[in-house]
């Protein structure tokens, strides 16, 4: 499989002289090409701070990144804004919207400001709109929409432009749990339908156990790594719980919130697994194994299978 992203021992350090913080220690990971990955720990683990300097964002303090084979880390301030806008999709958690264009506007904007061709942009408009389910909202502006309706906007925003990666950022923290489920039914719908790679943090298990793979951070480092292989959402969501109690990260969800009634965790069945490691290690699956889409069994129903 291609590797989409490569994260090459990187270090970051914040603040100076007798007060420096290290918030990534020395991190390394890859990103297929095709993957949906998902980035949980607790808070101070390093989850935003790694989304920052792959979205260029900010610079790393040693090490390097490569995104389709390309050093970010040796790019220009000018090449990379090019490079951002060509390659890379986001969605964040508060939509960024512009609020004077139309949906239809603020989703083509991208295409825009590459200067794409009018035929072009329209034909992908119509395109990415219709599978993300807001071609009936083009002519509406964002205040006249739901919070699920523009978040679903910011998505068909962010994939228009055909990006390597696209990366969110806690993109259901100002959802409901009914658009939640919904946001992420749209997040596997750009995966499968479009290959989008897809980077995504989160601090929810349900909405990380929609993801082929989630990558545990604690520290400014990978302290763990799970496979969704065949499983059912239902047994990732139930691993997730599982090394997060292990982690002894924060609770799954924030104080007030509760999950979705149907997805409520049960306790583990005696002898299930969690698939601990990466490639090679114990748990993990063989390579091209255990990475493929979720098929069929998108519902929480069915019986917790074991790695």
């Known amino acids: 499989m291609e590797k989409v992203l490569e994260v090459r021992n990187v270090t970051k350090y914040y603040g100076g002289g007798s007060v420096v913080a290290k918030a990534l220690d020395g991190i390394s990971l890859s990103v297929e090409k ?46 990379l804004s090019v490079f951002r806008r060509d390659q890379l999709g986001f969605v964040f958690q508060e939509y960024n919207l512009l609020d004077t264009l139309t949906v239809g506007e603020n989703i083509v904007l991208p ?16 395109q990415v709109s219709e599978a993300l389910e807001v071609a009936d909202q083009l002519d509406k502006f964002p205040g006249e929409l739901s919070g699920g309706q523009r978040q679903r906007a910011a998505c068909a925003r962010a994939i228009i432009t055909d990006p390597a990666l696209v990366l969110a950022d806690e993109p259901t923290g100002a959802l ?113 194994e255990g990475r493929g889409l979720m098929g069929k069994d998108a519902s929480m129903e069915g019986e917790v299978s074991k790695c």
């Open 176 to 288: 409901d749990s009914r658009n939640s489920k919904k946001l992420m039914e749209t997040f596997r719908s750009m995966n499968r339908a479009f290959g989008s790679t897809i980077l995504m943090v989160t601090h929810d298990p349900v909405v990380g156990s929609y993801a082929d793979r989630v990558l545990f951070l604690k520290d400014g480092k990978v302290w763990n790594e799970l496979y969704r292989g065949d499983r059912s959402r239902q047994a990732v969501y139930r691993e997730i719980m599982a090394v997060s109690a292990a982690l002894g990260g924060e609770g799954a969800f924030m104080e007030g919130e509760e999950p979705l009634a149907a997805e409520t965790a049960a306790p583990m069945p005696e002898g299930t697994s969690v698939c601990y490691g990466g490639p090679g290690m114990e748990g993990a699956p063989a390579a091209g």
């Open 34 to 79: 095709g993957e949906f990955t998902a980035v949980m720990g607790p808070s101070g683990s390093g989850k935003s701070t790694l989304l920052n300097v792959i979205a260029t964002i900010d610079r790393v303090s040693a090490g390097e990144i490569l995104l389709r084979g390309k050093r970010l880390t040796e790019m220009k301030e000018k090449e």
């Open 111 to 126: 295409l825009n400001l590459r200067r794409a061709d009018y035929q072009e942009s329209r034909k992908k408009l119509e």
